[in-house]
């Protein structure tokens, strides 16, 4: 009788684990639902804003139109150039939305990349169709959004004749999918704060490094940063995961 009653005991904790497992797993999936139902909701936004701007900048082109025309009727050559490199900044500024047929990462390159441009910097991008599949939701966002947060914060930061700029690179390396983002720099960040540390004042490349690492770490991947061209350069490798066969 005893040996029963253990076995039924034993039976029921293992049932109880079993629903407990099962529990974590539904909370982690309806927040891993709730993260992508936010994201899909901000890119939506992202798009009518960007839908809006392209009617006004097309309403603001026919006039722009309309007065080098009249700069040019009246042979005024130097005004009609002058008011015509207004309009190609005036271009330049506006921030043209990125698809990558992966909701998660439109709505993190988007909301980063406007806001580099906002702040008038110099924006490149290399996307390929990745998907990262190995990776929680949270988890990338939080390693392409540090990337280049520490990135546009470093140009913001830049003082050189040229334009500020940072670029950014989705790409497929051998076995793994790598993001490379880089910022134009004055000086030597590494030679100043080799070791990347948080607070060092007059570069913000520290901040958000320990979580990259840690994020990297995670996947087992690699991670490095350094220095090339008046760059410097953030590279997140993830393995990739293997096709099914």
């Known amino acids: 009788m005893m040996g029963k ?9 293992g049932r109880l684990d079993q629903l407990l497992a099962e529990k974590l797993e539904l909370e982690y999936r309806c927040r891993e639902l709730e993260s992508n139902y936010a994201h899909e909701k901000g890119q939506r936004e992202e798009i009518l804003k960007l839908h809006e701007n392209t009617r006004r900048l097309k309403h603001d082109m026919k006039n722009h139109i309309m007065v080098i025309t009249s700069y040019l009727q009246e042979n005024a050559l130097d005004e009609a150039k002058e008011y015509l490199s207004h309009v190609l900044d005036e271009l330049n500024g506006i921030y043209t939305y990125v698809e990558t047929g992966n909701s998660v990462m439109n709505y993190v390159l988007n909301q980063k990349l406007e806001k580099a441009c906002q702040k008038g910097l110099l924006v490149k991008a290399e996307i390929e169709n990745l998907a990262f599949a190995c990776m929680e939701s949270v988890d990338f966002v939080s390693l392409l959004s540090n990337l280049l947060d520490n990135a546009i914060e470093g140009a913001v930061q ?36 080799p070791h990347l540390l948080s607070g060092k ?5 520290g901040y958000g490094v320990g979580q990259i690492r840690r994020i990297v770490d995670k996947y087992d991947g690699l991670c490095q940063f350094y220095e090339e061209e008046n760059m410097f350069c953030a590279v997140a490798m993830i393995p990739a995961v293997p096709p099914e066969t």
């Open 158 to 193: 830049t003082e050189t004749q040229s334009k500020p700029e940072i670029s950014v690179s989705l790409t497929a390396r051998r076995c793994y999918e790598t993001i490379l983002v880089k910022n134009s720099i004055a000086e030597s960040v590494l030679e100043k704060n």
């Open 201 to 205: 004042e007059g570069d913000g490349h």
């Open 5 to 13: 009653i253990e076995r039924k005991q034993r039976e029921m904790e």
